[in-house]
């Protein structure tokens, strides 16, 4: 069994490859590959949420799981508040092949979705990216969109004020202003938002947002988390990694059962149509499935030359 580390991860692992690997996944998720439920629990301890994803896609012979979470006081120790491991197993006999550190894989896989989202459902030509949470996914979520976007400007909202200096630099990078502002005229000035934050209700309200905006909510994981104006969601166009997941720990837990939900992969397939009018908000929900953990960790297998 193969140990891969998370500097071994982050020197092989990029957002162009995060991005294929997950769009290949989103897509194999429509035909044969599925995610098995997700275990979630909070531990009662350090406030903590733990648990597991996993799933099986046969096309690419990805099988295993991610056990990790989410400890909220990390941050005070100098580590990242997600903490997570990922296990992969030969689909031909069970046997474990690879352990792989799935911190760096959670941020690029999770940031990949966002940008898959936006790739396929932002309007053509955004001037204003919003980025709403500063936490240590945003700098990975922030670097996906800037590749597939060609945005003026990015500006930027945290509920208490934050060191930008890192935020600014990649933005700089891109040829891309970055600035902090107001929640209100981040959210009214963007084309594209995205929300990362671990916050339990609505951000802002829904008439904030103008027809035409595409939102990748990406911060609603567990059950009882929430960022966006059930009304918001419920007069935008409807998209997630998965249905299930997105009625029940995701933005659309809490949207109306009968609402429409449509999947990434059934739009990237072709079988479903997403933005269909330049005025049109469209909201995809990240819930973050296994199945994105194992596609990232198989690609670097692959990159380490490993079958
Ligand atoms: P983090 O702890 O580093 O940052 C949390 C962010 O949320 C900070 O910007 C903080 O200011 C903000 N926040 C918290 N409570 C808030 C509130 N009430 N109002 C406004 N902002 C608030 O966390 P992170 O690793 O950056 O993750 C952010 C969120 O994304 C978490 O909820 C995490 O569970 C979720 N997440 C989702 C996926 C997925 O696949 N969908 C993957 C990884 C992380």
Redesign the pocket.
Known sequence: MQIITEHQIAEILDPEIAFFAVQDVFKSMETEAWNFPVVRESLGFQDALYGFKSGFDPASGALGLKAGG?W?HN?DKGL???QSSIFLFDPETGQCKALLAGNTI?ALR?AA?SAVSIDRLAVANPTTLGLV??????IFQLEAALRVRAFEQVKIW???SRDLTKHQALAESYGVACNEASLEEVVRESQVIIT?????EA?FPSDWVSPGTHIAA??T?TKG?QELDPALSQRSKRITDEIAQSRTIGEFQHVSADSEILTIGSILQGTATGRTRDDQITVFD???VGLQDLACAQAVMKSLGAS
């Open positions: 989410y909220p941050a990242a508040n997600h959670t999770t979705a949470g500063t936490g240590h996914q945003s945290n509920r208490s990362i934050t671990s916050c339990m951000l990406m911060g994981d988390k990240g819930t973050g």
